[in-house]
Each structure stands twice: as C-alpha cells, then as structure tokens.
C-alpha cells in the first residue's frame, strides 16, 4: 500500500466540508500541468492533455516505485483551473459558450519529484505511447494563496448556484475575489454517477482595500 496521499496529507485542502465554506491559504507547490483552450466535452486538446498529464504523472510514480529509499504514493487527483479571457478569469465563464474557456489542467507532485525527474518521465512515457499532448506538458510551481473552498457534490454543469454562493460568501467576509476559479476532481466521472462527483470548488481572494 502506498504510505503518501495529498488527500490525506493535506486533508484540509482536499478534503474540505461539504456543508460550510472555508478560507484556506495554500502553499506552492509544484504541478505537471497543460494549458489549453475550447469545450472540455468536445476538444481533442483536453483529451490529449488529461492522456500527457496522467501518462506521466503515472510513468513516475511506477519509476520511483522501483527505487528502495523512495516513498510510495498515490497519484493525486486531476485539477483544473478556468477561465475566459473577458472576465479576468473568474467563474462568469460558467455561463458562456464552453468554447470560449481557457484552461489548465494540471496535477500535484510529491516534494521529493524533481525536473529532471520528471523528464525522465515525460521521455518513457513517450516511449510507451504516442502522446501527442506531451509537447504542451510543463512542470512548474503555483502558488495560490489564500482562497475560499467547499466541497461540492453532484453534477459539474450544477456547480452554478454553488459558485455564487461561495463569492457571496467570501464577499460578505470583506475578501475581493482574484485570480483563476479552481476544481480538484476527487470522483473518477467513469465510475462514479453524476450525483455523486466529488469536487473540490475554490476561488482566490484579497483583503479588500
């Protein structure tokens, strides 16, 4: 069994409550991330991301898994941020046309997972498989900071009045909202009925002036 688990590890991150907001302040740290742009449902550029960053966000873990002084860990989940260009990246984008959102999906590495490391990965791993969304793959840091979070459960085209209500929120707590709206998909959408997707739904925000 793998001893690491973010989920665990960082419970308060990515285990929030379901039934009350909470303002967080999140650490950098470091993601194997795709940038792209277009409906999520439609654009082979998000399926040939999601293909890279789990191809080698796997390759690497079963890489490191052969080495002794190691700790095993499980493979933390899919993330996203979103956003459309005419609303400074908030989450107005959940009502407009899907093609026009931009996005980057992206997933967190243990601390000891270093850049060469991780091209080590991306190279095996384009070995095994034609991955034509490797080329777009970066490792880099991102820091957000402090943010408002709830864990949604149910459908993502419903996370509508959800989102509202977490900008209410963080609004009425004296916070001005910033920066990229932020998903961490905890449910696997093929195993998992659409009721009961577990997301993890967080916003940026600032002391307001």
């Not at 419970?11 to 967080?24: D, G, Q, T, W």
């Not at 002794?68 to 499980?74: A, F, M, N, Q």
């Not at 459908?155 to 977490?166: F, H, L, Q, V």
Request: glycine fraction near 6%; charged fraction near 25%.
């Amino acid at each position: 069994m793998a001893n690491y688990d973010i989920k665990r590890e960082l419970k308060h991150l990515y285990r929030p409550s379901k039934a009350r907001f909470s303002i967080v302040d999140v650490p950098e740290m470091r993601f194997l991330m795709v940038d792209g742009e277009g409906d999520p449902n439609t654009a082979r550029a998000y399926q040939e991301a999601l293909e890279a960053l789990y191809g080698v966000a796997y390759t690497i873990k079963f890489m490191l898994k052969q080495d002794p002084k190691t700790e095993d860990y499980v493979v933390p989940p899919l993330e996203g941020l979103w956003w459309v260009e005419d609303t400074s990246g908030l989450a107005e984008f959940t009502m407009l046309d899907k093609d026009a959102w931009s996005w980057t999906m992206m997933i967190v590495q243990p601390e000891w997972v270093t850049p060469a490391i991780v091209e080590e990965g991306r190279t095996e791993a384009a070995r095994k498989k034609d991955l034509p969304g490797l080329s777009s793959l970066r490792f880099a840091p991102y820091h957000e900071g402090l943010s408002v979070q709830i864990l949604y459960i149910g459908p993502w085209a419903d996370e509508g009045p959800t989102i509202a209500r977490m900008h209410a929120y963080a609004e009425a707590q004296g916070y001005a909202l910033r920066g990229k709206h932020h998903e961490i998909y905890l449910s696997d959408p093929r195993r998992t009925a659409p009721e009961k997707l577990k997301t993890v739904i967080r916003q940026p925000i600032a002391q307001r002036d």
